[in-house]
């Protein structure tokens, strides 16, 4: 039996990107949404970003979900999406080059992370060769759980949405103050790496108020290259008028990218496919806005910056 009631499968024009819509009735209705990537063909390099909830609690202004949160998914719910886009290459598992699954498409995963490591255990053992990928916003929690399961399973990486170099500018953008600052996220990238032996990552959205030479060297005075890696995001707006900025934050994302580089840098940039037509990029949860537009009933709003930072956020177990 299905975890999901409902799912709605969309293709983009650029035949490289699929998006699925996932919908939960009866007692406990919810609405996820994932993506699957190809690159350029799914043998060589298949890449799925699923959702951990059903809406979020942190309140990023760049994302579709920042403003309502229902409930945090299962773990059966959380595994059934990368099942089904896998399932839907018509390729064996076993025989694809470079698979990656990524909790990186909606929810905050450390504020789910029984249910998110019980998804990462089933997932290691139905696919070994995958790569598996926890994204996180960095939440004050504790870290330790997580520390432990990525020793667990080597395959498991780790990365922080940074987005800014400094505190007062991520703060503008992730308004949730129970959140680590940035030299406390970089002090536990740093304990993540001492105890897996593996390089975590921060993403970084670049667009034009934090792509100076002065915010690379913020950047590299915070994160030590020798431990850190970037990921440099070609910006994702939560709504369906980008194409025109496309090419304009690719040139920036690039510029960005080169300063990087010159500070020792580990740099991969991050472009993805149906941002126009089927909002395949991060944040784009076109369908998911529909859907809490039609339940007003089901989801609450969860504006970060209305939470306050020294209680624990309701409904929500966080790997503590």
Not at 55 to 70: A, L
Not at 196 to 220: Q, V
Request: aromatic content about 8%; glycine content about 10%.
């Amino acid at each position: 039996m299905s975890a999901w009631t409902k799912v709605r499968t969309l293709y983009g024009s650029e035949g490289t990107v699929a998006k699925y819509v996932f919908e939960q009735e009866g007692a406990r209705p919810a609405v996820a949404e994932a993506v699957l990537y190809r690159y350029p063909d799914f043998r060589t390099r298949t890449v799925v970003c699923c959702s951990v909830q059903s809406g979020c609690q942190m309140g990023c202004r760049f994302c579709g979900s920042g403003d309502n949160f229902v409930r945090s998914l299962t773990a059966g719910e959380i595994v059934a999406q990368p099942v089904r886009a896998i399932d839907d290459t018509g390729v064996d598992p076993a025989e694809i080059r470079k698979l990656q699954i990524m909790f990186m498409s909606m929810g905050e995963p450390m504020h789910n992370f029984r249910n998110v490591a019980g998804a990462i255990r089933r997932l290691h053992a139905l696919y070994p060769n995958a790569d598996l990928l926890l994204s996180t916003a960095a939440p004050k929690v504790n870290y330790g759980p997580l520390r432990r399961l990525s020793q667990e399973i080597q395959k498991l990486g780790l990365q922080f949405s940074v987005h800014e170099s400094t505190d007062e500018r991520r703060n503008a953008l992730i308004p949730n103050a129970h959140k680590l600052s940035l030299r406390d996220l970089a002090i536990e990238g740093i304990a993540w790496h001492g105890a897996t032996g593996r390089h975590p990552f921060f993403n970084y959205c670049a667009h034009p108020g934090n792509t100076s030479p002065e915010d690379a060297d913020r950047l590299r005075e915070l994160f030590d290259p020798r431990i850190w890696q970037a990921t440099i995001s070609v910006i994702c707006e939560r709504d369906e008028h980008v194409a025109a900025a496309h090419e304009r934050q690719r040139e920036q994302t690039a510029a960005f990218s080169a300063l990087l580089l010159e500070r020792g840098f580990s740099v991969r940039v991050f472009n993805p496919a149906g941002q126009d037509d089927i909002g395949g990029g991060c944040g784009q949860l076109w369908f998911v806005q529909d859907w809490m537009g039609r339940h007003p009933d089901r989801a609450r709003p969860s504006r970060g910056k209305d939470l306050d930072p020294d209680r624990p956020m309701p409904g929500l177990g966080g790997g503590r």
